[in-house]
């Protein structure tokens, strides 16, 4: 077994997942403004502080993305977070790209940029202590789109980010998101998804990347969240893992979907009909960033001094998403 491959089964095995707290400053500004707290590093950092030192980390949380701020902050205690998170257990990663911009030709879409100085970027994380990395492309559908350009646009980055990380000894977590955004049926979203997520793996397998060492992060398979086609969970299971086994290599570990604004519990019970349904020898698990957080942070706003509160609410939500993990998610569970 490699490094790479030890690596990224010790984040997504026995029912373990990944938080995705790996919000820019942009993105972490919209949100605290939604609850009203002001957005400022020493808020960023209560909050996500709050979080890592949670007892939901120690068997709900293999892994933890974190945006290049955070990996540099230290806590109240002094120590550095990158060490907070490890003394959990889970294991800390970088989001490394630099965001999804316009794509020059076909400017309604986006390639995702941040390879100019990654090598040297990749180095100074790993001394910081992280073991994996996140690159984000983004897809939106519609009748032409997405584009072949974007495809293979898109599969091309990711394939030479994946390379570099590898190559800094760490694992690349691959994530193709096609947006949910949209009146599509779950039929096109699965075409779509499948055709993405092959383009990517052409790539991987064409820049010798070593496949048993990536995690794939997809969307699940869903119909547009303006469409008039209402699938049943049972549905999105299927669709979801004939989409993975169709289109990804054996030689991959796992996969870790990304929630991509469904709620908590859309996130929570898709993920429990899909790992209960798996018929593929993909782990599956979860690697949410809204669905982890958004009760918690809802009640950490109330009064960002309550650290308890927020911290019962996110061991409450880690604990679902890992029995869903493992198929074991009940309705009887979760309102328990
Ligand atoms: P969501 O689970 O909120 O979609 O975030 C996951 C993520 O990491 C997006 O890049």
Redesign the pocket.
Same mark, same amino acid.
Request: proline letters at 0%; aromatic letters at 4%.
């Given at each position: 077994m490699s490094e790479l491959n030890k690596i990224a089964l010790n984040i997504i095995s026995k029912g373990r997942g990944i938080l995705?707290a790996?919000e820019s400053n942009g993105t972490m500004t919209k949100r605290l403004m939604a609850v009203n707290v002001n957005s400022t590093p020493e808020n960023r950092l209560l909050f996500r502080e709050t979080l890592f030192s949670s007892m939901g980390m120690k068997e709900c949380i293999g892994g933890v993305?974190l945006f290049d701020e955070t990996i540099k902050q230290t806590t109240s205690l002094g120590k550095s977070i990158p060490d907070l998170i490890s003394s959990s257990g889970a294991i800390p990663g970088i989001?490394v790209d630099t965001g999804a911009k316009d794509l020059a030709n076909s400017f309604e879409e986006k390639v995702t940029e941040g390879l100019d100085g990654l090598r040297e970027r990749l180095k100074k994380y790993y001394e910081l202590g992280a073991r994996f990395t +996140?690159w984000?492309a983004v897809y939106t559908i519609s009748d032409k789109y997405p584009s072949k350009l974007a495809i293979h646009s898109n599969a091309h980055v990711l394939a030479r980010y994946a390379a570099l990380v590898q190559e800094s000894r760490m694992v690349p977590i691959v994530?193709p998101?096609v947006l949910m955004d949209g009146d599509h049926s779950a039929d096109l979203c699965l075409s779509k998804t499948s055709e993405v997520i092959k383009k990517c793996f052409d790539e991987l397998i064409l820049h010798k990347v070593d496949l048993s060492g990536i995690i794939l +992060?997809p969307n699940m398979i869903l119909a547009g969240n303006q469409s008039k086609d209402k699938i049943s969970k049972e549905e999105i299971s299927e669709k979801t893992l004939e989409c993975l086994k169709n289109s990804v290599p054996s030689e991959v570990p796992g996969v870790a979907f $990304?929630? %991509? %604004?469904q709620s908590e519990i859309e996130?929570t019970e898709n993920l429990n009909l899909i790992s209960k349904n798996n018929n593929t020898n993909f782990i599956m698990t979860y690697?949410? %960033?809204?669905? $982890?957080q958004q009760s918690a942070l809802k009640i950490w706003s109330k009064n960002i001094k309550d650290l308890e509160k927020t911290q019962n609410i996110f061991n409450h939500r880690a604990k679902m998403c890992s029995l869903a993990a493992k198929g074991e998610w009940s309705n009887e569970l979760e309102n328990k």
């Open positions: 995705a790996d993305i989001k +996140k984000r994530e998101e +992060k $990304l929630s %991509g %604004g996130a690697s949410y %960033g809204r669905a $982890l």
